[in-house]
């Protein structure tokens, strides 16, 4: 939509991972073949990453006279005028939209940019709903994982214990004379064993422990 709106050749919207790259970086404009042959997803530096940083409109004629500009990778296609808008949501930058190459052959005016602004504010509804939406999603998991360690701990821990103290009381009243002694005896140790896995799979499965283990890695 902003490429149609602005008269852009490309068009690109990027949602920051929080770590230096972009979580979701699409496109329009490039085709499958000069995207797989330009390869990994760009980085969050120069101009792509100043958008993220500075909430402010950047709007240039010649992308490389920029000296937040770096390079080109291989088989990228030559961009000269940009436009780039970022994607606003509580305050915080959560997007941008990068558009480049005016088909026209000027830079983007500020008609485009108002155009494009407009837009912006649509998108950071669509990018806020669907990290709630990623948020619930996640929540949903974290309960459920916690419902099957429950389960596990409530009725296939008790019955593993209640197997090893049965294979231990048989054992004992056999006697070690006896012929079904040994194995009584491998019953009752691959039973503990068994309790053992499943112990360390509930911990697994249970959550992080906030307190313990601070906010940040939970």
Known sequence: GARDLAGARYAAVGVPDGDGGFALFLTAGVDSETWNRIGSLPRTHGLLGAL??????IRRADIRADPRFRYYPQAHPDMRSFLG??????????????????????????ADQRLVE?????AALAVVNAQRQ???????????????????????????????????????????ES????????????????????????????????????LGVA
């Open 85 to 110: 808008v970022p994607i606003m949501a509580g305050g915080e930058v959560v997007a941008a939209l990068y558009l480049a190459e005016k088909v026209s052959g000027s830079t983007f005016t500020e």
């Open 134 to 176: 990623e948020r619930l999603r996640e929540l949903s998991i974290v309960e459920e994982r916690t419902r099957i360690a429950r389960d596990l701990h409530d009725s296939v821990t008790q019955t593993l214990f209640s197997l090893t103290l049965a294979a231990e009381s048989a054992a004992t009243v056999a006697g070690v």
């Open 118 to 122: 407009t837009l912006a504010g649509h």
């Open 52 to 57: 993220l940083k500075e909430p402010e409109v």
């Open 179 to 214: 012929p079904a002694y040994a194995y009584l005896d491998r019953v009752r140790d691959l039973s503990r064993a068994a309790l053992d896995e499943l112990r360390v799979l509930v911990n697994t499965l249970r959550p992080p422990d906030v307190d313990r283990e601070g």
